[in-house]
């Protein structure tokens, strides 16, 4: 039971640049969470599924997309990456968004963009 | 590993210690509370949880106490330990909300 697996662990990139987060989980757990974590500012979420088949924006959503592709699997797009998006990403589930129940996190992605 | 602590409260404690760390909430509509750890390099870690019915939950080696009448959530952590040594953060929700609202955190140092 690996929990929420997030993929790839580090990455680097040049401004401009594409990429695709990738993460997923297997708690069966209908909601999943995309946040991004900067020095002493805490969680900040970009995007939001409350269930498959929907997402929503959070705090900081400017210059992300977000892909739901199935129950399982929350993946994260930067379409054109800046220096801003170097930041260290967490991917969240939980059983229902909207219930008592803790959200489970991944080991994040560390993305720095040059 | 990451400077998640950069600029954070920090609480320093002898190893065998008990080790209290505080938590003041914003949302009176707030009716469930979490608490994290989270390690150098790693995700937050859930820990342990309490709804707004109660006003003290037990775990292993942790308790939380939640005062609804000035907003404030504590975490103590019994015979604090060199593992211990982590950044802790509560969260705090609100009934049928999908979005919990965390603290910054407090980075927690035992000394062995």
């Known amino acids: 039971n690996a929990g929420v697996t997030q993929t790839p662990k580090f990455q680097v990139l040049k401004t401009g640049q594409s990429m695709t987060l990738q993460c997923a989980q297997d708690?069966?757990?209908?909601?999943m969470y995309w946040y991004r974590q900067d020095p002493g500012m805490g969680l900040r979420l970009i995007y939001y599924?409350?269930?498959?088949?929907?997402?929503d924006k959070g705090e900081v959503p400017n210059g992300y997309n977000v892909s739901r592709l199935n129950k399982r699997e929350f993946s994260l797009r930067l379409e054109s990456a800046a220096p801003s998006q170097t930041s260290v990403y967490f991917c969240?589930?939980?059983?229902?968004?909207?219930?008592?129940?803790?959200?489970?996190f991944g080991d994040g992605t560390r993305l720095s963009i040059l | 590993g990451e400077s998640v602590g950069l600029h954070l409260p920090t609480l320093s404690v002898q190893e065998g210690d008990n080790s209290i760390i505080n938590c003041a909430y914003s949302?009176?509509?707030?009716?469930?509370f979490i608490w994290y750890k989270q390690e150098s390099g790693k995700g937050p870690q859930f820990i342990i949880d309490?709804?707004?019915?109660?006003d003290k939950r037990q775990g292993q080696r942790v308790t939380v106490l939640l005062n609804k009448t000035v907003k404030h959530l504590s975490l103590q952590i019994a015979a604090t330990q060199p593992g211990d040594s982590a950044v802790y953060f509560c969260?705090?929700?609100?009934?049928?909300?999908?979005?919990?609202?965390f603290g910054r955190g407090t980075s927690l140092i035992v000394h062995p």
């Open positions: 969240a589930s939980s059983e229902a968004g909207y219930s008592n129940q803790p959200q489970h």
């Open positions: 708690m069966n757990h209908n909601s």
């Open positions: 599924s409350a269930s498959e088949g929907t997402t």
């Open positions: 949302n009176s509509a707030s009716d469930y």
């Open positions: 309490i709804r707004s019915n109660m």
């Open positions: 969260a705090e929700k609100s009934g049928g909300s999908y979005i919990p609202t």
